[in-house]
């Protein structure tokens, strides 16, 4: 593990006779000093934690694997820090799924960081792969990359670290890659004002948001191009949704820019007007809407 050695226990000189002619003392200050040791980072392993889910703001089950670079002991701990991108960490009572024997306890550090305790077991060997899944994490609430993990360490009960994670050994688990939420399997809907061919008038945009939609968040929409028209430069607030709305038309994709409101939660029906849309200038379906998306 960690820390300092403490001071080294003799050193001395003798004859032949084993009659002492040097001898260090600690009261003379003349014993080698402690030697501080540094934690082992898990033989070089890097660890992994894997999601059942990787869709934006989902409640999943996150499995950590690490292999062991010393020992660890029977009381011993980890500690497992996750990006503060992740919504929260309250993983209940964790499972032992291979490596490692007794009980778990967990204990929430913070909302993204828990340590788990362990009794009534034996000490595990160096080299062993030990997994263990944690049952009730939140994913980060957008798309994309959740950074690297922040820690990952094991310790003795007092708490001296004896392997740890670091970003320079590139042994911290790796950044998980999220996809959208896809509006709590919601459809969306678009409605024009008039159903006659060519007519312009306005649409009714209505969706229900599966993940919370920030006050300077965005809505993307794309038109069949089966639509003659879209030149909308306004928008109109409708329920669910607050504040301003700026926006901007590039072909048949129409760009919502909200400002001064406040954050929208996830499950909410949110309904907005857009103004200039001049339909196809046929009877029949338009076919499905290209793109509808959250930002």
Wanted: negative net charge.
């Amino acid at each position: 593990f960690a820390g300092s050695s403490g001071a080294f226990v003799a050193l001395y000189t003798t004859l032949s006779t084993d009659v002492k002619i040097d001898e260090a003392t600690s009261g003379s200050t003349t014993l080698p000093p402690a030697v501080t040791f540094t934690p082992s980072t898990f033989g070089g392993n890097a660890g992994t934690v894997t999601l059942a889910s990787t869709v934006a703001g989902a409640t999943t089950a996150a499995t950590l694997t690490f292999t062991t670079g010393n020992p660890f002991p029977a009381d011993g701990r980890i500690f497992l820090e996750f990006p503060t991108t992740f919504t929260d960490v309250n993983s209940g009572s964790s499972v032992i799924v291979s490596g490692i024997d007794g009980n778990l306890a967990t204990n929430i550090y913070t909302t993204n960081a828990l340590t788990l305790t362990r009794s009534g077991g034996s000490e595990v060997a160096a080299g062993t792969e030990i997994t263990i899944t944690l049952p009730t994490v939140v994913n980060q609430l957008f798309a994309g990359s959740s950074g690297l993990f922040v820690a990952l360490y094991t310790s003795t009960s007092s708490g001296a670290k004896i392997d740890e994670a670091t970003g320079g050994s590139s042994t911290l688990p790796p950044a998980i890659t999220f996809t959208p939420s896809t509006f709590g399997g919601n459809a969306g809907a678009v409605t024009p004002a008039s159903l006659v061919a060519g007519a312009t008038g306005s649409a009714d945009l209505v969706f229900t948001t599966g993940n919370p939609l920030p006050p300077n968040g965005k809505i993307v929409l794309e038109f069949p191009t089966t639509f003659h028209a879209i030149a909308a430069t306004s928008a109109t607030a409708g329920t669910g949704i607050d504040g301003s709305l700026g926006v901007s038309t590039s072909g048949r994709t129409v760009t919502i820019t909200r400002s001064g409101g406040t954050q929208i939660t996830a499950g909410t029906q949110v309904t907005v007007t857009i103004p200039s849309v001049t339909n196809q200038k046929f009877a029949g379906s338009s076919g499905a809407f290209v793109a509808l998306y959250t930002t």
